[in-house]
């Protein structure tokens, strides 16, 4: 493993243990040449997803990029690192369980639409708000009026 620091190829493992419920593991690796210290995460990879953009384009899938996504609306909510986690976790499970190697972005914005509306209505909205691209204030008003229409009925 490459050091982020120096870029040296001569780093060790330190320590190993599980993470993320069994699902990964977190290595703590030391720099020979500088001494930095980092950490890295191996995880199962079923098989390479690729995304399928609205402008056709394809790109290989990025795991941290859908962390990043889901961590912008959960900011300053009560929503701690190991909940988002396992949200993460959970769409890229239910991606790879697809069982085809191609995805739209539209897969990913409602798995995690489903995920922010079983979790935080906030982040929910937040999301929505990108996602289903909200030019006016109207589009907020029916969005949370639809949301407010479906809790009164469950």
Known sequence: MQCPFCNASDTQVKDSRQAEEG?????????AECG????????????????IKNSGEKEL??????????KTPLRKRPI???KLENMVNGIVRQLEAVGDTEITTK???ELV????AETDQVAYIR?????????EVSD????????QKIQKVS
Do not use: H, P, W
């Open 80 to 82: 701690d690192a190991a």
């Open 107 to 109: 897969q990913i914005g």
């Open 61 to 70: 899938f990025d795991r941290e990029k859908l962390y990043k996504s889901m």
């Open 127 to 135: 999301y929505a708000s990108v996602y289903k691209d909200f030019r």
């Open 23 to 31: 699902n990964a593991i977190r290595r703590r690796r030391s720099c």
């Open 113 to 116: 639409m489903q995920a922010f």
């Open 36 to 51: 930095g210290r980092f950490t890295t995460f191996e995880r199962i990879q079923l098989r390479e997803l690729i995304v």
């Open 140 to 147: 907020f008003n029916e969005f949370v009026g639809d949301l």
